[in-house]
């Protein structure tokens, strides 16, 4: 049992309007890589942000009095704040140097998912508007233009409650379901197991980023090879939903 | 760029007293698969507990009043309850089904990381001891054994904040450091990274998972093969301590 973790490298810096799977295509035949049914790709949400022109133009920001008064708090610029502001549902909590908030999307998570890294000066990078359509539209290309049947899962770069250090986390699919539900299914010793649901997506992405990195790589795409529950997991409608926990059942959102 | 991630079948059900560094390589042997300088072999937890003895024999275990109360309101088994409250040192947060605790290693996770799977029935395992130490006293026999320089990572399945389903989760490491700390680093655009620390060993476990399972796969270990950053982490005397934040710096618990 063997999975690869395969790096596309050659992918130039991504430009508003870009077609992100001809880009993957061309760079990936470049290395002489084909796709394979099954293949799932991990894509960086940067890359999709910027090909799909959806960035913040910090200068253009104009700070409400919440945002000056969380700015004052978290020591974080207020246009910046702002900007998480616009980009949330709800303000979870803050303090000095973080802002955790509900995105509108559903993700708990730091400054809206907000990215300052790996895009131009006085710019920033939002979470995609809706990452599951963006997986979809770049799944349906890549299948179409190679007859092969994959996944895409689009990725960020986050933090967590209660752990240093932020890892690859999925927030947007397409092809696959997110979440594994293993419930029924036996153990080693033949017993039912009775919680199991592995969150694959969050899995994939990890895996994904220790060949992407965050800094200057320059591998914004991934492909991870021979995932042995792809077909159990193939499904054509799936989103990333399973993957958010409902509010309601949240035990450490005051 | 490409990593493998490489399943070692065949490693029998783990009795107490195993040599796991032992069995191991013997299974790596059958599959014709040697151990090379900079690979990383995650273990799953539960086959370290059961080598160590690690064991709770819950039917010798006695509730307190406080595990009965809690065993009311989790509707969980109160000598089960008994032995999550003995593994933590704080409870941190109970409800229907679920129980938050820190452990006496300072991770924050449900039931205290005691799992009533793939072990015999009216056992649990806990989280091992020391797990550091586990990671240490493996990678050392392997590194006697084969003359490679390796990593070892001891593995658990746990469920995190705000996202449902669960993912492979580093608990102990050895001979690398868990993060990787890429603070004035530059980006694409040579512009400095401000906070970026990536908790790798984190990331290696999701990807260990993916190949482990949590059923009956019967695969407790994996190699993970081609890394680009084993050199630069490599450590001979770190620990899991940077994956764990320090309940100062835990926003989350009351």
């Known amino acids: ?46 890359a999709v942000a910027k090909a799909e022109g959806n960035l913040i133009h910090l200068e253009n920001v104009k700070p409400s009095p919440n945002a000056i008064e969380i700015a004052e708090v978290t020591g974080k610029d207020a246009k910046l704040v702002e900007a998480i502001i616009n980009e949330s549902n709800e ?14 999307h559903g993700f708990v998570c730091a400054n809206a998912g907000i990215d300052e890294s790996n895009v131009d000066d006085g710019l920033a990078t939002p979470i995609p508007l809706d990452p599951d359509n963006s997986a979809q539209l770049i799944r349906e290309k890549l299948e179409k233009t190679t007859g092969k049947s994959v996944a895409v899962i689009i990725s960020d770069t986050q933090g967590r409650a209660f752990r240093e250090g932020a890892i690859g986390t999925a927030i947007g699919i397409s092809g696959m379901l997110p979440t594994w539900d293993r419930c029924g299914e036996l153990d080693l010793y033949d017993r039912e197991l009775k919680t199991t649901s592995i969150a694959v997506a969050d899995e994939l992405s990890s895996a994904a980023s220790m060949v992407m990195g965050q800094a200057n790589e320059g591998i914004p795409v991934v492909i991870i090879r021979g995932v042995s529950y792809f077909k159990k997991l193939r499904n054509e409608y799936a989103n990333i939903k399973p993957l958010i926990r409902p509010k309601k059942y949240d035990v450490f959102r005051e």
């Open 1 to 46: 049992m063997e999975i690869k973790i395969i790096g596309i490298k050659g992918i130039p810096l991504i430009k508003t309007g870009d077609n992100l799977s001809q880009l993957i295509l061309k760079a990936a035949e470049l290395q002489d890589l084909q796709l394979d049914n099954e293949d799932i790709l991990v894509i960086a949400e940067t």
């Open 91 to 104: 303000i979870i909590k803050v303090g000095p140097d973080f802002i955790i908030s509900e995105t509108k």
